[in-house]
């Protein structure tokens, strides 16, 4: 029998690995089956710490500049063995990061500062996930720290934030990092708004990073101009694109100025991890997440594994700390069967405790494989 595990973290419990490992151990309590662990996540938090703890990666920090100007740690992954950089945006540029909001200075210099410390690395291909960012300035301030010039008409550069858009009128690349031209840029996106209009990052998203009623209008024309100004610079105009909006118009910048390529987060993570790989042959694949509910079964990092798995034909069960109202249609969307973990009422403070969560997924498991294994039996 051969099974392939890949559950997401239990957020505040247990890592991707640690759940899957826990599971692991249920099942070989009951056979002696062969099982391949992969770490799993959907391209936003976490993703960074999965990948390299899957991969065997390393953690990098590096000093840079935060979203309004401040310096912060920020940590990003490193795959020494192909040259790979796993960043998370919202280490260097995320909303978490300030308890002040500022639209109209935040920055994602510090995220273009993460990407020059990888390519000094010998780092030629990166993951991006950019979910969760503090910042409406198109992407211009990672852009800045990697070389790219935007000045005003008077030849000076325009500064930082979404206000400094409406002022840009000349691009210049002389400055660029030449190792840029090497590198390939896939980047985890769930958000398909176009960069501008009522639909755009500025109106949709803006209001959570400060943007008020009387700024959306005022925000929304420096993104278009900073738009226009691209598209004649670049002879290509990608503001309408699916996922350009994403990120205050990072999604935008990689777009138009950086060999890249905007993907669903599941999607890249699992093309990452070569999760199809270890699939051919396989009898059961385990999945699941912290919470299973409607949500789950949208496109979230479960379903993306069971779908994998139906191309395989293999039996696809999922494993959850909670089971919440609607968690059927996970079963519509490819999860043959779930499971709760909890054992007995407890509160969320202890189902939380991680060696708690061990055991219960490590019992759950075992119980669920005694089932098959007396099926299998069956004359």
């Known amino acids: ?12 419990s247990l890592s991707s690995l640690e759940a899957g490992n ?32 899957g991969l065997g990666g390393e953690e990098i920090e590096v000093e840079v500049m935060g979203p309004l100007g401040k310096p912060v740690k ?54 991006i996930g950019i979910g969760g960012s503090a910042t409406n300035d198109g992407g ?28 840009i009128e000349t691009i210049r690349t002389e400055k660029q990092a030449p190792e840029l031209k090497e590198c390939f840029f896939q980047i985890a996106c769930d958000v398909t708004n176009p960069l501008c209009g009522p639909d755009g990052c500025t109106y949709i998203y803006g209001p959570q990073k400060g943007v008020t009623e009387e700024l959306k209008p005022v925000l929304d024309d420096a993104m278009r101009h900073y738009a226009r100004t691209t598209a004649k610079f ?3 105009d990608y503001s309408w694109e699916s996922g350009a909006g994403a990120a205050g118009g990072l999604g935008f910048a990689f777009l138009s100025y950086l060999n890249s390529r905007l993907e669903s987060g599941i999607n890249v993570v699992l093309e990452a991890t070569d999760l199809e790989g270890a699939l051919p042959n396989a009898d059961y694949v385990i999945t699941g997440e912290g919470r299973l509910d409607n949500q789950t079964a949208m496109g979230k990092a479960p379903i993306g594994v069971a779908k994998l798995a139906k191309k395989h034909g293999a039996c696809v069960i999922a494993f959850a700390g909670s089971i919440a109202k ?16 909890l054992t007995q009422v407890v509160t969320l403070e202890e189902a939380m405790n991680k060696e708690t969560a061990k055991t219960n997924l490590t019992q759950t498991a075992e119980q669920v494989f005694r089932l098959i294994d007396s099926i299998n039996k069956k004359p």
């Open 1 to 12: 029998m051969k099974i392939v595990i890949a559950i997401d973290s239990f957020k505040g």
């Open 22 to 53: 826990a599971i692991k151990k249920g099942i070989l309590n009951v056979t002696d089956a062969q099982i391949i662990v992969k770490p799993l996540a959907d391209g936003g938090e976490g993703t960074t710490a999965a990948i390299i703890e």
């Open 74 to 127: 920020a940590k990003y992954g490193y795959l020494r063995h192909n040259k790979t950089a796993i960043i998370e945006m919202a280490a260097a540029a995320g909303i978490i990061l300030e308890n002040k909001k500022d639209p109209l200075l935040s920055t994602t210099y510090g995220v273009g500062e993460l990407i020059k410390d990888a390519i000094k690395r010998g780092c030629r291909n990166f993951i």
């Open 140 to 167: 211009v301030g990672m852009l800045s720290a990697l070389g790219f010039e935007f000045l005003d008409r008077f030849g000076n550069p325009v500064g930082f934030g979404g206000i400094s858009l409406k002022d």
């Open 234 to 236: 670049t002879g290509n």
């Open 326 to 341: 609607g968690a059927s249609e996970c079963n519509r969307a490819g999860i043959d069967a779930y499971f709760p973990i």
